[in-house]
């Protein structure tokens, strides 16, 4: 059972479309993050949310916009896609403090 | 950002130990040393982490300096699937700011 997943893997789409990307955990974690990894492999946290309440609000552009739903799931929602926003970003999830477990990514490639 | 100073890239023989080294000079009394990998373009893999004292589990060995200035993570017998980016993290156990740096590139070489 794969433990943080993520949909679509692969994601190609024009500019100025909106798209969503899901991620849902089995593991019960309580805490649940999307980070983004530039085309110089930066990794950088975007959001992070526990118990449905954002507790980290990167300075991202306000097109993005973290949903979840329920604990298990942490959507992210894009609007108005540019150029800059190609890259892959993962989801991950956590219970307290110890080992966050990520899924395997999405890339999105805006053309 | 992050407040880690990693080398690019390291090569190790198959077989090997494999030292990598970490500093964080300005780490704080309640900031933990993380340490994930990532294996081509997989999800990040947490490896180990540590406070002060060192660490082992059955992936590596943490060793921490007593000035906790700097550290090191010890794959013991290094394999071709141990070839990966190591990302050296600091950070409080909330993962507040939990942020990668630019890691070191592990080259294992048969």
């Known amino acids: 059972d794969t433990a943080v997943s993520q949909t679509p893997k692969y994601l190609v789409t024009q500019m100025g479309n909106d798209k969503s990307i899901k991620c849902e955990q089995n593991l019960g974690h309580d805490t649940m993050y999307w980070y983004k990894q530039d085309s110089k492999k930066f990794l950088k946290i975007m959001f992070s949310?526990?118990?449905?309440?954002?507790?980290i609000n990167e300075t991202v552009p306000n097109r993005f916009s973290p949903k979840s739903p329920d604990k298990a799931h942490l959507n992210l929602h894009i609007n108005s896609l540019e150029l800059g926003d190609s890259a892959v970003y993962f989801c991950a999830s956590s219970q307290g403090t110890i080992e966050a477990f990520f899924g395997q990514g999405t890339r999105l490639t805006v053309v | 950002d992050a407040k880690t100073t990693q080398p690019p890239s390291m090569d190790c023989a198959e077989g090997r130990a494999a030292n990598l080294p970490c500093n964080h000079s300005?780490?704080?009394?309640?900031?933990?040393v993380y340490w994930y990998r990532q294996i081509h373009s997989q999800g990040p893999q947490y490896i180990i982490h540590g406070l002060k004292n060192n660490e082992t589990n059955e992936m590596a060995s943490l060793i921490i300096t007593e000035d906790r200035k700097s550290s090191t993570l010890i794959l013991p017998h290094a394999t071709l699937r141990d070839t990966a980016v190591y990302y050296c993290?600091?950070?409080?156990?909330?993962?507040?700011?939990?942020?990668f740096g630019s890691g070191t590139k592990l080259n294992v070489k048969p």
């Open positions: 993290i600091v950070s409080t156990k909330n993962f507040n700011k939990f942020y």
């Open positions: 949310y526990n118990n449905k309440e954002l507790i």
């Open positions: 300005t780490i704080s009394g309640n900031e933990y």
